[in-house]
């Protein structure tokens, strides 16, 4: 396909036009067969579809034994799927429970009191596509890619509170840099605030600030990062692992756009644009209680799904070399490197990616990628202390890796089991780039 030269003048800044511009998903029809909703029918599209009792969801029922998020269809190159949002009653597909389970066309759901039928239209909804190969810090040609850069261009042309979900190392705090610095507030502060790295005595002091003599070490006033980010964006990292104490807190911020130190009767006006991430899924999450219902409908105003490296494995020869390049490193992309790339599914994404080439650069070799192999070798060659210190890091690097497995990725019980400091064990998982 090629482009003609209006075309190419209306290309963003620095982006390169590739073809395609947009794509397509199924249209579905969800019809209730039996409960309080019976006979209402609707046509929804989207990658995602939530069904639930929240005025949030794609479908909202009003049955009180279905769950404020109960469950979501979704669709991928392999077909349409369900996924249970641990909802109280379970969902379940052609009468079998399911946690996550493939939905044939006119499957029937079952969830609590309600039963629905799924039928796939013959109808495509399209979805626009980015032009661009890249936003700000973020690179992919795929299609995955190019469908979050046209969501993040029109996230960054407004003010709205932004929630970026996805998987550990996906590039959540890179794309909140890069949709601040595409914003009209882009001259202002970005403040960066790690949720999951805050003492809980500590969490109201870091967000909002105190008094002095708020506290014992209190020994003068100190703005926290409410007010450090006024007039620019404010990133809470890990929204999730918020107590829920400071969430009600941080809702009545959000309401009023004003704080008060703690230890202080003075609110203090705050204008900032709010982007928060977390890797946890919130819906299910406000269904086990753990997060408050109405923060997430205020933080969740645009919601974007930042995809796992291993479904944009076509954008790894540009991810590579773009990587490559900001570390220094002299090394070409060839072939061979990018097939013992493919060879990992990738488990910490983009971060341990980027770890990886790291460490390819800082050593001058290829290892095998993580998972695409045994553990490496002892080289008696080498000294041992360097010896010693590269057996410790792939010991490191698979033992949380595991851990993090078996926690369902809480880090709070990982280190628990592992006996350590919660702080401490962020900064070993950073090291290694599992989070």
């Not at 600030?209 to 450090?228: I, K, V």
């Not at 990018?338 to 050593?363: D, F, H, K, M, T």
Request: proline content about 5%; some cysteine; glycine content about 8%.
């Amino acid at each position: 396909m090629s482009y003609s030269d209006d075309e190419t003048e209306r290309a963003p800044p620095g982006a390169a036009f590739v073809p395609n511009l947009e794509t397509d998903s199924p249209t579905l029809e969800l019809t209730v067969l039996d409960g309080p909703d019976r006979d209402v029918s609707r046509w929804v599209e989207g990658e995602r579809i939530s069904i639930g009792t929240h005025p949030k969801n794609d479908l909202v029922l009003s049955d009180p034994t279905v769950s404020r998020f109960h469950c979501e269809l979704f669709s991928d190159r392999r077909g349409l799927a369900v996924r249970d949002l641990e909802s109280t009653n379970g969902t379940f597909v052609d009468a079998v429970p399911v946690r996550e389970g493939w939905v044939r066309h006119e499957s029937v759901l079952r969830m609590g009191g309600s039963t629905l039928r799924v039928t796939v239209g013959q109808a495509r909804a399209k979805r626009r596509l980015s032009a661009r190969s890249s936003f700000g810090l973020l690179v992919g040609r795929s299609l995955a890619m190019r469908g979050l850069f046209a969501a993040l261009e029109k996230a960054a042309s407004g003010d709205s509170t932004v929630l970026l979900t996805g998987e550990t190392g996906t590039g959540k705090e890179v794309t909140a840099q890069s949709i601040h610095e595409a914003s009209a507030r882009a001259e202002g502060p970005m403040v960066v605030v790690d949720c999951a790295s805050l003492a809980p005595h500590l969490v109201e002091s870091e967000l909002f600030g105190h008094e002095r003599g708020a506290f014992t070490d209190a020994s003068r006033g100190r703005a926290g990062a409410f007010e450090a980010a006024h007039g620019g964006t404010i990133f809470l990292d890990e929204i999730g692992e918020l107590p829920v104490e400071a969430q009600s807190k941080l809702l009545r911020v959000l309401e009023s756009r004003e704080v008060k130190r703690v230890g202080g009767d003075e609110p203090r006006p705050v204008d900032v644009r709010v982007i928060a991430a977390t890797h946890r899924d919130l819906r299910a999450e406000v269904n086990r209680g753990a997060f408050r219902e109405d923060l997430y409908y205020r933080v969740a105003v645009i919601e974007l799904r930042l995809p796992a490296l291993r479904e944009r494995m076509e954008d790894l020869p540009i991810l590579a070399k773009v990587l490559l390049e900001r570390l220094g490193g002299a090394r070409t992309i060839d072939e061979a490197l990018i097939e013992r790339l493919g060879a990992s599914a990738w488990p910490g994404n983009v971060r341990q990616l980027r770890n990886y080439l790291e460490r390819l650069v800082l050593l001058d070799r290829v290892e095998p990628p993580p998972g695409a192999g045994p553990p490496s070798a002892i080289n008696p060659g080498l000294p041992y202390e360097e010896a010693r210190r590269r057996a410790l890091d792939d010991f490191e690097r698979r033992y949380f890796e595991a851990l993090l497995s078996a926690c369902d990725d809480n880090v709070t019980e990982a280190a628990r089991r592992a006996g350590m400091n919660r702080t401490y064990l962020h900064k070993i998982l950073r090291r290694h780039g599992i989070r």
